[in-house]
């Protein structure tokens, strides 16, 4: 995948503001009648926290993601997740022979779990007006206090854990610096770290948390290249942000008996998504142009879901998502988290059994 040098720094989008085909159980390993997991049990509980990437459902009613043509894959009609299908959530899930999470706000806490994320929020607050990370974290503890989740649920629990950039885009949007961006990453990954051991502290026994996504591949960056090419200056963003990361993880795993913690690494998963794209499998997932969304707006204005005063749409959608990496500017399709996932099975594998 080459990349391009931009003529200009354009990371100053937030990334959003408003069971899977094809995967079974089995592929996690169950049917082999041996027990797996935490303790030598598999997990039975996900408890989600996060951004649009883990969302499944708890975005306000105004959000795109409860707008036509969000939802078209699965369940055939808005449901509140930034893709067409399935997102991130469903898929780990799944792989450990659970029922997706319900969503926190549906306030029906059901026995796989429950999703605390919010499209748009970080580890402190957004431009987006919803709960960030230690707000959602703050909701856990509350069930956790009224007994609906006892000891024995968090013993067999894991937490899945996302950060998209958000915080990077709002530093930016009121005036940040491109200078003070790396110290502010310090302080951004510090409270990402802060997080991930205060849910290991509530008993949450395992604690995955997602490195940032290469930031330059999206296609609200590879627009300007005519979706061919990477923005390399953004994707040194997520660069840092990983090394900072995966720095704080190591020493939390120092310090914790059992090394709890592990990073589901989405920036290596999407370049090689991209990559085995280019070597075109033979009988294997092949998306068109993978830089490019299903869905757009039809001018720089407008963003997939828009319609005037009239209901008339303001955007476009491809014929088929499936064939498509990208749902929108920045979020993957059903199609792309499936590839995503495809690539983090190893890593689940190592950590969970």
Known sequence: ?????????????????????????????????????????????????????????????????????????FPGQPSGRFSDGRVLTDFIAEFLGVESPT??????????????????????????????????????????????????????????????GNDYATYLLKGGTKVGLPIYMITVVKKLGANMKRLHSLGVKKVSVTSLEPIGCLPRATVHSSFRKCNDIENIIAVLHNKLLKKTVARLNRKTPDSPYFILDLYSSFLTVFKQNELKPEGGRRFETPLKACCMGVSEKNKCSDVDDKGMKLYTMCSDPNATFFWDGVHPSQAGWQAVYDVLKPTLHEHLF
């Open 1 to 73: 995948m080459k990349l391009s040098k931009p003529l200009f720094f354009s990371f100053i989008f937030l990334l959003t503001i408003g069971n899977p085909a094809g995967v079974h159980a089995s592929d996690a390993g169950y049917n082999d009648g041996k027990k797996n997991g935490i303790n030598g049990l598999r997990p039975t509980k996900l408890f989600v926290f996060g951004d649009s990437y883990a969302d499944t459902g708890n975005s306000r009613k105004v959000a795109f993601s409860w707008m036509e043509p969000y939802g078209i894959t």
């Open 103 to 164: 969503p926190y706000k549906s306030m029906k806490y059901g026995p796989s779990g429950v999703d605390f994320a919010f499209g748009g929020t970080g580890v402190f607050d957004t431009i987006y007006p919803a709960p960030n990370m230690t707000t959602q974290i703050d909701f856990l503890q509350k069930l956790i206090n009224d007994s609906v989740y006892t000891n024995t649920d968090l013993q067999s629990s894991m937490a899945l854990v996302t950060h998209s």
